[in-house]
């Protein structure tokens, strides 16, 4: 993807909902 090329790590994503979030890390969605 984009972000090997540039040899960037994503290391979270964070969605912000109204009351809630969630953080794909903390759910094991990211490697």
């Known amino acids: ?3 090997q090329l540039l ?3 994503l290391l979270d994503h964070i ?3 109204a009351q809630d ?3 794909f890390a903390q759910h094991g ?3």
Do not use: N
Request: net charge neutral; glycine share 0%.
């Open 1 to 3: 993807a984009a972000l």
């Open 7 to 9: 040899d960037i790590q």
């Open 15 to 17: 969605i912000v909902a």
């Open 21 to 23: 979030t969630f953080s």
């Open 29 to 31: 969605l990211l490697r």
